[in-house]
């Protein structure tokens, strides 16, 4: 376990594949990437906690909960962080903020309106914002069917199915490969 650091000491700085695991009671600022966070119930059901990107600091030392992994979900730099008492609130504040967005959407009944809200807040959190709607790269975040599945609580198989009927019906517009956009007039039909 690396030593804390000090004001001599340079912070560790690592560089993780999809997949890695971060030490849970080390502070982690995120320079590139994408981290979740995610627990287990006693019967070993999956929950997710968060989704955290560039800029953002990760850490289970301030969580009830146990266990929590902190995990890549894409190639991720991060730096070990020494937080301010400011800094913990503001974790602390982002940390509700996050699991009232995810607890929210995992609530929503209709699984096409549960992928949607999954999508546009993907693309409001971590994609580019327009007034036209979201862009958002599912591959830059490496976010397969099957991530986006744990997140919102439905099967791979019905995200892809869903995913593809979105496609062909405008509500989601293929931009590039590995880009898509979601219209704001998608967005607010479904919710209407």
Known sequence: MPAATTATQQPLRLTLQPGDVLQETLNWKIQDGYIRTSTWDEDGEFIVLGVWGPGDWVTAAYSALKPVEIQCISTVIVEQFQPAASDV???????????????????????????????????RRFGQVSSRGYR??????????????????????????????????GVLQQISKDDLFIPSTAISAVFA
Do not use: F, P
Request: with cysteine; glycine share 4%; hydrophobic share 40%.
């Open 89 to 123: 609130e503001r974790l602390l504040l982002q940390q509700i903020q996050n699991l009232e967005e995810i607890l929210q959407l995992n609530r929503i009944r209709s699984a096409d309106q549960r992928l949607l809200t999954l999508l546009a807040w993907i693309g």
């Open 136 to 169: 958002l790269s599912l591959k830059d975040m490496n976010l397969t069917h099957k991530s986006l599945a744990d997140l919102c609580g439905l099967t791979r198989v019905t995200v892809t199915k869903m995913l593809n009927r979105y496609k062909g019906e």
